[in-house]
């Protein structure tokens, strides 16, 4: 099935069961070298009057190497039946092995080189406008420090313009 391309306006999609429950893949890189992997925190919304989506990336994983070096990035979103596949995607990394080659996804390009998959149901095709590192001193909740970083491994937040959202034609 093809995509459409949509108005994110216009989805009555649940923000918070598609990313968390659901899970999506955030992807960045080239035609030459990309990476990809599963994530369960973000979210979506508007600012600075534009839709937006927004993640967060641990410094240790690889895809964000890829996300540092390339203006844009995908969240995609697949129908239950990969479950399995972004399991698979969430524990390999790619500078051990080429995961998405394994993970039988077919990886396609938009028209501005922005890497996403054939077999997702929903596509958010991104361009960068912040990306901020947590920082200790900024929670105001520091309960939630000793909590998820034990290890002192901040997220980088980044939160992207959506410009494309593509769906599947049903």
């Known amino acids: 099935m093809p995509f459409v391309n949509a ?20 992807t960045a ?3 030459a070298k990309s990476n990809t992997m599963t994530a369960s925190w973000g979210g979506l919304g508007e600012l600075f009057s534009k839709p937006v989506a927004y993640v967060v990336l641990r410094p240790q ?9 390339n203006p844009t990035l995908s969240l995609t979103v697949f129908p239950p039946a990969y479950r399995k596949t ?6 390999a990394s790619g500078r051990n092995e ?8 077919t990886l396609a390009f938009s028209e501005n080189g922005t890497p996403y998959f054939e077999e997702a149901k929903l596509v958010f095709l991104c361009r960068k406008l912040i990306a901020q590192e947590f920082r200790p001193e900024c929670f ?14 901040f997220h980088t937040l980044y939160i992207c313009e959506i410009e494309w959202t593509l769906v599947k034609e049903a």
């Open 98 to 105: 080429d995961k998405i080659a394994k993970s039988g996804l």
């Open 140 to 153: 105001v909740d520091r309960s939630i420090i000793p909590e998820i970083y034990p290890n002192g491994d």
């Open 86 to 91: 972004l399991s698979y995607l969430g524990v």
């Open 61 to 69: 994983r690889y895809t964000k190497i890829f996300v540092d070096e």
């Open 7 to 26: 108005d994110p306006k216009k989805l009555h999609e649940n923000a918070i069961e598609l990313i968390g429950d659901q899970w999506m893949l955030v």
């Open 29 to 31: 890189g080239t035609r």
